[in-house]
């Protein structure tokens, strides 16, 4: 069975601070998705990235970055220099990739965690 | 750029009552995901539509049912409402079914 897993409920952070988000996945499929997206307190659903299974590549996108290691099954997302404006729930999520297109089906979220950013 | 636009923002529904929430997803999008999220609580994938037919379906109560129309956008039907149907339900599309997500900003039901 897929699972994602977000150890951490809730962090609190100074602004200016670097903060890393958690995310260990299972999964018994050898190729899949995994994304974070960011919710804010107005609600919607911003999507932040996607890996598949088969890059394993850093990668950093202004002070956003993730890292991703397949041997413990982790997807880390580190926000450098937080600031106020991060302050949101934050989801990792896992989907399979269906067939050799790669249809990726449905999102396992984890249970999010929340960031809050004090000035 | 066009986003997914979802309709109403907000419902207030008494118990056994019905309700309709509206996606229109976005232009040349023609995969639509549906969403329920709990308060406090992460999104649970209820069903999806490639080109108008169910792609796959999750945890979806039967007192529900949803459809892809000809062009594109979908409705979700909701019926003898309850409590816990009380929600904030996302609307998601993407031009293929191995493109990442992009979600609505959801409706917001509340059944009393």
């Known amino acids: 069975a897929q699972k994602v897993t977000q150890a951490q409920t809730e962090i609190s952070v100074v602004e200016k601070e670097d903060v890393t988000l958690d995310c260990v996945y299972e999964?018994?499929?050898?190729?899949?998705?995994l994304f974070w997206y960011k919710q804010p307190p107005s609600g919607e659903l911003v999507f932040l990235i996607r890996r598949n299974s088969f890059d394993e590549q850093n990668e950093i996108s202004g002070r956003y970055s993730w890292n991703f290691q397949k041997s413990t099954s982790s997807f880390n997302f580190t926000i450098t220099a937080s600031q106020v404006v991060d302050s949101a729930v934050y989801f990792c999520?896992?989907?399979?990739?269906?067939?050799?297109?790669?249809?990726?089906?449905?999102?396992?979220f984890g249970k999010g965690t929340k960031l809050s950013v004090k000035p | 750029a066009a986003g997914v636009i979802q309709s109403p923002r907000h419902l207030i529904k008494e118990k056994r009552e019905t309700a309709t929430l509206k996606c229109y997803p976005i232009p040349r999008h023609d995969t639509v995901y549906w969403y329920q999220q709990g308060p406090g609580q992460d999104p649970q994938f209820l069903i999806s539509?490639?080109?108008?037919?169910?792609?796959d379906k999750g945890s979806i109560p039967d007192r529900f049912s949803a459809q892809q129309f000809s062009d594109y956008h979908s409705e979700l039907n909701m019926s003898s409402l309850e409590l816990g149907d009380s929600a904030l339900y996302f609307c998601a599309s993407s031009p293929r079914p191995d493109s990442p997500l992009h979600f609505g900003n959801g409706t917001r039901l509340t059944v009393t």
């Open positions: 539509f490639y080109e108008k037919m169910q792609s």
């Open positions: 999520a896992l989907s399979e990739a269906r067939n050799y297109g790669g249809s990726q089906g449905n999102l396992i």
């Open positions: 999964t018994r499929d050898t190729t899949y998705y």
